[in-house]
């Protein structure tokens, strides 16, 4: 009787499925499930809005479609076979640019923007160079020449900071901004001789900055730190991270010649290889009082 009774069960359970009280059980943990993993989530939004780091900081490379910069790389190219077959605004162009480990020559430009996180008000205080290693170029085998054009422009202008790495401690100057009528730079006071406050929580606001950095006829290697005052955190300091990512960013300095260049005459049109190269003097920077 009790075997029959057994088979009874089981068939009814594969026949309607588990009884009403088991079902609602299962239901039940289900719901305390998604219940503690909604709390994991709050608990973990609450931490980075009020104990996690204030600031998150994102870099972008220099746009080398929009730049008057020139670029070197430190071996000769010495072979018209070996140039990108896309113009100057092509991936092939990037992709060879890549290979060749090309830097900026003299001066480079990188975009860094901040969002703040914390609930609040975030202070940007300040920013400064760190490990900061310079010796004379090795990036003289070819000089990389762009076609001439201009910057596609933009309707919010960021915050412009200048360093000078050829400075016995770097400094983060007020970028006035290239003068062509005087020939050079301006560069007037410090950047943050005014703190910037950012609101936080999840409508944040956001700053964008250009940091420029001229190092002459040395090729440095450095980094860079943001200096961020927030509520529960106080004072502290935060690293860029460049694209690749890695912590340093470098720039080449400007030999006498190189041994060959690569000319793009135009956008579309194709590179030439030509021989060796002088290259201009870097525009001068004029300096006010910091």
């Known amino acids: 009787m009790i075997g029959a009774a057994g088979v009874l069960v089981s068939s009814a359970v594969a ?40 600031i998150d900081i994102a870099a972008a490379e220099p746009n080398l479609f929009f730049s008057r910069y020139q670029f070197a790389f430190a071996q000769s190219t010495t072979g018209a076979e ?29 975009r860094v923007t901040i969002f703040p996180v914390h609930r609040g008000t975030v202070v940007i205080q300040n920013m400064r160079i760190t490990d900061l290693s310079c010796r004379p170029t ?15 422009g933009g309707d919010a202008l960021p915050t412009a900071v200048a360093f000078d790495l050829t400075e016995p401690s770097p400094r983060p100057w007020k970028n006035e901004g290239w003068a062509p009528t005087e020939g050079g730079w301006n560069l007037s006071g410090n950047a943050f001789a005014k703190a910037i406050y950012l609101d936080g929580c999840e409508n944040f606001d956001a700053r964008a900055f250009d940091l420029s950095f001229f190092t002459e006829d040395k090729d440095c290697e450095f980094g860079v730190e943001v200096n961020v005052t927030s509520a529960g955190r106080g004072d502290e300091w935060y690293r860029v991270v460049f694209p690749g990512p890695r912590l340093t960013y470098k720039v080449a300095g400007r030999p006498e010649r190189y041994e060959t260049s690569v000319v793009s005459q135009s956008v579309a ?17 004029r300096k006010g009082t910091f």
């Open 15 to 54: 026949i309607w499925g588990l009884p009403a009280a088991v079902q609602s059980s299962e239901v039940a943990k289900k719901a305390e499930a998604r219940e503690q993993k909604k709390d994991q989530q709050d608990d973990a939004k609450e931490e980075r809005l009020t104990v996690g780091p204030a």
């Open 82 to 110: 070996s140039l990108p077959d896309g113009g100057f605004a092509s991936e092939e162009y990037r992709a060879w640019f890549r290979k060749n480990k090309g830097l900026p020559v003299s001066e480079a430009t990188v």
């Open 138 to 152: 090795r990036h003289t085998g070819t000089a990389v020449v762009p076609p001439a054009f201009g910057d596609s």
């Open 269 to 285: 049109g194709p590179h030439v290889l030509r021989g060796r190269y002088t290259p201009d003097r870097p525009l001068p920077l």
